[in-house]
């Protein structure tokens, strides 16, 4: 664990990054500053900067003239309201199959409760980030949310729900009603409404 260094991070081999990993790319960075880490991102291919420059990953302006990024954004860890308004703006666009208002409000509410699971169970040091892309071609959507804590089998463990593996802690959080939440707060739908979706 490296704590008050300089580190690069060395981009020159390189040649392609979808855009909705830039939000992984900030999680890193942002995680080895929180530990009083300088972080400087080297020889990056143009080809690389651009794609990160049209998501908002990298400061300096650039179009995205086919508008199928969805911007990096960051967000505090209470901060479910921006993120909502950030999913409804976003991501229902043409290119998300037509669904019914329920099926609709069902796909928000899933992601409304991935922000959740951050919220309450990452521990993250960090804000949380998200981005995606859009693959019109191949009728694909990609999106992020990254954020800097334990991991879902982490905050099992906390919870008392010991899994031999970080697959096999996955298995179980995408279950509908699996939870790790205590008490009277609601949980456990959103990961499986999301999987059936899919």
């Not at 939000?23 to 080895?32: G, K, Q, S």
């Not at 400061?59 to 909502?84: K, R, Y």
């Amino acid at each position: 664990e490296h704590v008050g260094k300089r580190i690069g991070i060395d981009l020159s081999r390189l040649s392609w990054i979808d855009a909705q990993l830039g939000a992984c790319l900030l999680t890193i960075v942002n995680i080895c500053r929180s530990k009083g880490n300088e972080v400087l991102i080297h020889d990056l291919p143009r080809r690389v900067q651009i794609i990160l420059q049209k998501n908002k990953t990298l400061s300096g302006a650039m179009v995205d003239n086919f508008g199928t990024t969805i911007p990096v954004t960051s967000f505090q860890l209470d901060a479910e309201i921006d993120f909502s308004k950030y999913c409804k703006q976003h991501l229902m666009r043409k290119e998300v199959p037509k669904m019914s208002r329920g099926l609709r409000e069902k796909f928000l509410e899933g992601l409304d409760e991935l922000f959740a699971n951050s919220s309450l169970h990452s521990e993250s040091p960090i804000p949380v980030f998200s981005g995606g892309q859009f693959f019109p071609r191949q009728d694909r959507l990609t999106f992020v949310i990254s954020d800097g804590g334990q991991g879902i089998r982490g905050s099992l463990q906390a919870a008392g729900k010991v899994f031999p593996s970080a697959a096999k802690a996955i298995d179980w959080a995408m279950e509908m009603n699996n939870s790790a939440r205590m008490g009277d707060i609601p949980g456990g739908l959103g990961l499986g409404i999301l999987k059936e979706f899919v």
